[in-house]
């Protein structure tokens, strides 16, 4: 899987490239599904949520330019796969998850992983983790149709937000903005497809 993101993907940064490799993703995904864990493909998980693709999860996490002193928040744990890379590679996460059933479960195998350093937490993600804010870099594993102002308003100058946002539920453009001292600074990294971000500042439960 490794050798894929690197040769196939062109995924260069070496400390994304060891968290991959040190994280078990088999023990992220449901027993009948774990022979297909490291295949560069997205998996389903219970709630109708997924596990995203590695590629996806390393491309994220290379994008945030993270060291051992970031503070990172994630909305969207889901499993808690992209929690368990995040902690390899930054000082503190702190995620959140609507679903209190994946939250449970996320929180139980990081710390069955011995990785002490993140927190997964149930609520609506939308409106960000204010206790804690500002963050060096924000992850969000879900589409919206636009980045949620609380999110933005908890990133340091400096700071970098990477999440798919599109005018569609099933279709997005993978984002990442900087904020500078005068604003922020929007890049797009091409298209991708994930589940809708639900909250406030997302999409309605409504379909």
Not at 11 to 37: C, K, S, T, W
Not at 86 to 98: D, M, S, T
Request: with cysteine; proline share 5%; aromatic share 6%.
């Amino acid at each position: 899987m490794v050798e894929h993101l690197r040769q196939h993907h062109g995924i260069r940064d070496a400390r994304v490239l060891a968290a991959m490799r040190e994280v078990p993703r088999h023990y992220f995904v449901p027993e009948a599904l774990q022979g297909n864990a490291y295949g560069d493909h997205a998996l389903p998980i219970a709630a109708n949520q997924t596990i995203s693709q590695p590629y996806i999860v390393a491309r994220m996490s290379e994008l945030l330019e993270l060291d051992g002193d970031s503070s990172v928040l994630e909305i969207g744990a889901g499993s808690g796969y992209q929690t368990a890379v995040l902690a390899r590679l930054a000082g503190r996460v702190l995620a959140i998850e609507r679903i209190s059933e994946l939250a449970r479960v996320a929180q139980s195998r990081i710390r069955a992983l011995n990785i002490y350093n993140a927190t997964v937490k149930c609520f609506d993600g939308t409106l960000g983790w204010s206790a804690h804010a500002p963050y060096d870099a924000i992850l969000a594993a879900a589409g919206g149709p636009e980045v949620p102002e609380p999110l933005m308003a908890q990133l340091k100058v400096g700071g970098r937000l990477v999440m798919p946002v599109g005018e569609r539920r099933d279709a997005q453009r993978l984002v990442r903005v900087i904020r500078n001292a005068d604003g922020y600074a929007r890049e797009d990294h091409g298209a991708c497809a994930f589940v809708p971000l639900i909250g406030r500042y997302g999409w309605s439960e409504q379909t």
